[in-house]
């Protein structure tokens, strides 16, 4: 299934500007770092967006972290990016096609056919997490960001794109544009600084130090987590509406557009080809 591979995050990476290192191994140059080992380009991508940002921030990748709220029992955040004036919390997603999405909804989807969780309800939980690591309960400390690659297009509410917006969709290659101009903004709205270089580095390390490294940990979330994504698939499966001719599945906007003309299908759904025969 194209989808399974958004659990299979091995690795994203730990940077203080200057170097990007794995939980596995915190010595290692990421001059030595190839998109190979990483195990997804997206990701090496992402991370040498973060590695452009202004030297007063700081960034981790592929952090897990205890979420009793989850099922799994963790949180599992793609990058999370301290700045001066907010964090940044990064969700990223590669798939590939147009992303139809309403922010007030719980479900999005693919091409209109494949679905898709509310990837800004997804980020919630996770800066819920962070939240409770670094003991804030302010809520507009946080932006949530959601990336995709080039081979998305959106569909979704225009204020997403907008940099006012707390809940941003981007583009991989515009990641650090658009937390460099988030940042710009912040600062003509508050001209101090809401965290100093001693608080950034102060919450940098309490993240850090609760991420957790072990890989059967890591594993066993990974697991849980492909066991949900199989349970959704059967249960969407299980509710696919299909052509009354030839029992091939319809999208629910073909079934819409059948149930919606009565006359002309009289009730009944079919697929695009058995459309034309009616």
């Not at 205890?66 to 799994?72: E, P």
């Not at 963790?74 to 004036?85: A, E, G, L, N, R």
């Not at 508050?190 to 594993?219: F, G, H, V």
Request: hydrophobic share 30%; proline share 2%; with cysteine.
């Amino acid at each position: 299934m194209m989808f399974s591979r958004i659990f299979e995050k091995v690795f994203k990476g730990e940077s203080t500007k200057k170097v990007s290192v794995s939980y596995k191994d915190n010595t290692e140059n990421k001059s030595n770092i190839t998109s190979t080992r990483i195990g997804d380009l997206g990701e090496y991508k992402i991370n040498i967006q973060l590695d452009q940002l202004p030297k007063n921030s700081k960034y981790l990748s592929d952090v897990l972290i205890v979420n009793t709220h989850a099922k799994s029992g963790y949180s599992q955040i793609d990058h999370v990016v301290f700045t001066p004036y907010a964090i940044f919390v990064v969700e990223t997603k590669n798939y590939a096609g147009t992303i139809y999405g309403d922010r007030s909804r719980g479900r999005w989807s693919v091409n209109g056919k494949f679905p898709l969780m509310n990837p800004f309800n997804q980020n919630y939980g996770h800066i819920q997490a962070i939240k409770g690591v670094l003991e804030t309960s302010d809520e507009t400390q946080f932006v949530s960001m959601v990336s995709f690659t080039k081979r998305c297009t959106f569909k979704v509410n225009e204020e997403l794109r907008k940099i006012q917006s707390n809940d941003l969709i981007v583009y991989d290659t515009e990641l650090s544009e658009y937390i460099s101009r988030k940042v710009n903004v912040l600062k003509l709205q508050n001209p101090a600084p809401i965290y100093s270089d001693n608080e950034i580095l102060d919450l940098y390390n309490r993240l850090k130090e609760t991420n957790i490294t072990d890989s059967q940990i890591r594993d066993m979330h990974i697991e849980k987590l492909k066991e949900k994504e199989n349970r959704e698939i059967v249960k969407n499966e299980s509710n696919l509406s299909t052509c009354k001719t030839c029992g091939k599945a319809v999208s629910e906007k073909v079934k819409a557009y059948c149930l919606s003309n009565k006359v002309r299908f009289k009730g009944s759904i079919y697929c695009y080809e058995h459309q034309k025969t009616l």
